[in-house]
């Protein structure tokens, strides 16, 4: 099993009823396809059953059933009403054991769905409730970290996964990772998906634009996700399936250009280079390129995705490498404090390294660091502005033979 693009239902609703998407799937070169249940009658085993044979007859692979939020009002007052939401989730599994569907994907829960100090509780028994169901049919529900939903933060995440041990059976309860989601919730994703751990079973992608709600569930490359420390992330977990696009598909270039900036991503990740020891990452060779030119706060937010994504001893290279550019952004901005801070802690970090690392010349660095940092400490707060900017070390990147 390899890291791969895959494709939701969804990425074609409105336009497409759900049962003509497997044919629109596989027109745009998508083998996987995750299912997104709209209505009560997607649930029936008799429609699923002829979108199954559908999805057959052009060569795609149905990998999820998406439940439809909505319909498993499960925290309700009314137990007819929890009790039919229940009974709908059981046909759900019943029909997904039957057609070989490993994953069902569920929201969870609403904020405003389960309140109060008991909250957190009520939720944890009906997802143990729901996670011994699908023991029953050898499925797996992943719950995912929707924005508006009980699991969203780290926070959130880390309890729940700490709690699976207890609430069903080894294997029933699992996490779909959606970046767009963590995004929207301002979550860390690599956070995000620490706290998943071994539990993540499912992956959705799409982007969006930080504090801007109008720029909602874009395609891969078109907002603000860092994607190539997001794959490297991905690939450093457990899971190899398909990560698929919640993304609108519209009829223009934006497809292809997903595709070429992240199958290249994968095949990395799939690959040996994704452990390869003397591969300088590309988000940290963009980070240099922006320290060489003078863009240090813009340096420091390209290399801190890789530090989140590096697993690694070396992670403490890109820290350093980010906090001496972040103190030289202090000494432009004024903070001489701030400056000596980050730069004394740049250089220790780094200062580990010596005197080169995954093609890094890193003693030179270090040596220019340090005369700035003495610079710095020397003029003090009252002259921080009479900084000699000739100082600033160059990094430079030595290339393979």
């Known amino acids: 099993m390899t890291l791969r693009l895959g494709v939701s239902s969804g990425a074609f609703y409105p336009a497409l009823a759900t049962e003509d998407t497997p044919d629109a799937a596989a027109r745009l070169g998508f083998s996987d396809l995750e299912l997104m249940l709209q209505t009560p009658s997607e649930y029936d085993p008799g429609f699923l059953s002829d979108v199954h044979a559908r999805a057959n007859a052009v060569g795609v692979e149905i990998v999820s059933h998406h439940l439809f939020q909505r319909l498993h009002p499960l925290y ?17 599994f019943d029909t997904a054991a039957q057609l070989g569907v490993p994953t ?15 909250a957190w509780n009520q939720f944890l028994i009906m997802i143990g409730r729901i996670g011994r169901m699908a023991a029953e049919y050898q499925v797996m529900v992943a719950v995912e970290n929707v924005s508006w939903c009980v699991v969203s933060s780290v926070r959130d995440v880390q309890r729940l996964a700490a709690a699976l041990p207890n609430l069903a059976p080894a294997g029933s309860l699992g996490f779909t990772f959606d970046s767009f989601q963590a995004l929207e919730a301002d979550a860390n994703a690599f956070m995000l998906l620490a706290a998943m751990g071994p539990h993540v079973r499912h992956i959705h ?35 190899r399936g398909p990560l698929i696009i919640e993304a609108p598909l519209p009829d223009d ?15 990395i990740a799939n690959g040996p280079a994704n452990d390869d020891p003397t591969r300088l990452p590309d988000g940290v060779v963009e980070g240099i390129r922006l320290f060489n030119a003078g863009e240090f706060y813009e340096c420091h937010e390209v290399i801190e995705h890789e530090w989140h994504a590096e697993l690694g001893d070396i992670r403490r290279l890109y820290q350093g490498i ?63 502005d009479d900084f000699d900017w000739t100082l600033v070390p160059v990094i430079t990147i030595k290339q393979p033979d």
């Not at 982007?207 to 603000?224: K, M, N, Y």
Request: glycine share 12%; hydrophobic share 40%; proline share 4%.
């Open 76 to 92: 309700s007052g009314y137990q007819r009403r929890t009790d039919e939401a229940l009974d709908l989730m059981r046909r759900a």
């Open 104 to 118: 069902l994907v569920f929201h969870g829960a609403a904020r405003d769905e389960v309140r109060g100090v008991d």
């Open 205 to 239: 992608i799409s982007d969006g634009r930080r504090g801007d709600g109008s720029f909602r569930h874009l395609l891969p490359g078109q907002g603000d996700l860092p994607w190539s420390a997001l794959i490297r992330a991905i690939g450093q977990t457990l899971y």
């Open 322 to 384: 980010l906090q001496i550019g972040v103190g030289l952004h202090h000494a432009r901005s004024g903070n001489q404090r701030g400056a000596v801070l980050l730069l004394s802690d740049g250089i220790d970090k780094t200062s580990d390294f010596l005197p080169e690392a995954l093609g890094v010349d890193t003693a030179s660095l270090v040596l220019g660091a340090r005369a700035c940092l003495d610079e710095v400490e020397r003029l003090g707060p009252d002259h921080i």
């Open 253 to 267: 270039p934006g497809l292809a250009a997903t595709r070429a900036l992240l199958e290249p991503l994968l095949a």
